[in-house]
T-cell receptor, first 110, second 115 residues
Framework: LAKTTQPISMDSYEGQEVNITCSHN???????ITWYQQFPSQGPRFIIQ???TKVTNEVASLFIPADRKSSTLSLPRVSLSDTAVYYC???????????FGQGTELSVKP | DTEVTQTPKHLVMGMTNKKSLKCEQH?????MYWYKQKAKKPPELMFV???????INESVPSRFSPECPNSSLLNLHLHALQPEDSALYLC??????????????FGPGTRLLVL
């Protein structure tokens, strides 16, 4: 199972772009990279998932370099409501065994 | 629709009580999961059900007993719990996409307090 490493915490201000980088050096060929957002006392919410290059949806972008050993979640123009913990996970055909790392606690200030 | 529902939202129980947590999804997902999350910690996998059969038990104590009555429902039966079992219990279900990518969707959780 690929282990992920993320910064423990990050601070930002409203309106800024936030980039959270995750390293996953032993990612397997069939692993996908998935990011979740979690607010206190709520379940993790799926944000975005990708395999390589760039993926974009209505809330975020995910950048994955060619070697796939890292990925960067980009949140454009954050607001106070984006204050949360963000988890990066890699998951392949492993029977659903999601292993969460410590996540990144993002604090957005006014 | 990617909704997983969990009941109850909150539960307080004594160490001699028997209670159950319920989880439901109507997305046709064939895999369902229970996670436990302590405060300020990441979720920890407890059980995985695949096609209504238990496929992974992460060495969870027997006072936690999972049950999958059908493909849409997942229960977690609780008996003789300890105060250290107080946590947020999360249910999830997953689908496999056309390229083999798996995505798990989580419910809102049940906040359990054991007195």
């Amino acid at each position: 199972l690929a282990k992920t490493t993320q910064p423990i915490s990050m601070d930002s201000y409203e309106g800024q772009e936030v980039n959270i980088t995750c390293s996953h050096n032993n990612i397997a060929t069939n692993d996908y990279i998935t990011w979740y957002q979690q607010f206190p006392s709520q379940g993790p919410r799926f944000i975005i998932q990708g395999y390589k290059t760039k993926v974009t949806n209505e809330v975020a972008s995910l950048f994955i370099p060619a070697d796939r050993k890292s990925s960067t979640l980009s949140l454009p123009r954050v607001s106070l409501s984006d204050t949360a913990v963000y988890y990066c996970l890699v998951l392949g055909n492993q029977g659903g065994k999601l292993i969460f790392g410590q996540g990144t606690e993002l604090s957005v200030k006014p | 629709d990617t909704e997983v529902t969990q009941t109850p939202k909150h539960l307080v129980m004594g160490m001699t009580n028997k209670k159950s947590l319920k989880c439901e999804q109507h997305m046709g997902h064939r895999a369902m999961y229970w996670y436990k999350q302590k405060a300020k910690k990441p979720p920890e996998l407890m059980f995985v059900y695949s096609y209504e059969k238990l496929s992974i038990n992460e060495s969870v104590p027997s006072r936690f007993s999972p049950e999958c009555p059908n493909s849409s429902l997942l229960n977690l039966h609780l008996h003789a719990l300890q105060p250290e079992d107080s946590a947020l219990y999360l249910c999830a279900s997953s689908q496999v996409g056309p390229k083999g990518e798996e995505t798990q969707y989580f419910g809102p959780g049940t906040r359990l307090l054991v007195l």
